[in-house]
């Protein structure tokens, strides 16, 4: 297993990926509870929930070495949000698997931050960590979300639409659309 250092940064022309740090979890709180940021999960997070999600985050730099970033955005917000890669952490027809996550401030969106930032952790998912597929996912509602999939030029086909396992059997949420996206065509769409 490739292993990075601690304080591994990405950078982008206008977008900064970095380790998180304690004063992160006041700011990732408000996003975890805002109803907009929040629309398509099932419900916001309090801020116990929140605080153990960072804690997830941070287990998970530990064992592997990489996972969503800090999303910094220099002379505009110290903290964003969070973009980067994880492990799937449930069974599904597509995993063992490693997703691309994303979740940006509303103040921010609609400036092509969010898409820069995952620009860099492809590169960093393909090039350094060698995997061979990214998956995404989300409901089909969020249409905000499938654009970033599509600008990042991942494809779709319904036949892998799935069920999320983590949710009740008539949760309205529960039907997900799967993008992926291939190191092969990765390397070729950056090279090009
Ligand atoms: C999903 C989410 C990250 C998308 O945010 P976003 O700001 O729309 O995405 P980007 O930062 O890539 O910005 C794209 C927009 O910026 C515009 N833009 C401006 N400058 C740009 C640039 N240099 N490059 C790319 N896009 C640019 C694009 O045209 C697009 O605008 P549009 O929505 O009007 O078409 C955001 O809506 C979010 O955090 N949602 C809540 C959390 C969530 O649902 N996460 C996903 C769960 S799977």
Redesign the pocket.
Known sequence: MLRTPENTLLRG??VLLRRWRADDRGPLAE?NADP??????PAPLTRSESDALADRIEAHFDMHGFGPWALEIPDVAEFA?L?GLMHVGFEAHFTPAV?I??????A???????????HCAFDFGFRALHLSQIV????PA?L??L??MQ?LGMHTDVQDDFLHPRLPVNHPYRMHRLYRMDRQAWLTRACS
């Open positions: 022309p206008r996003l907009v940021a929040m629309q398509h999960f949000g973009v997703e996550a994303w979740r940006l401030a509303p921010l969106w609609g400036k092509g931050y969010v898409s820069e930032a995952a995404a996912f989300t409901i969020n905000r979300s654009a970033v600008r």
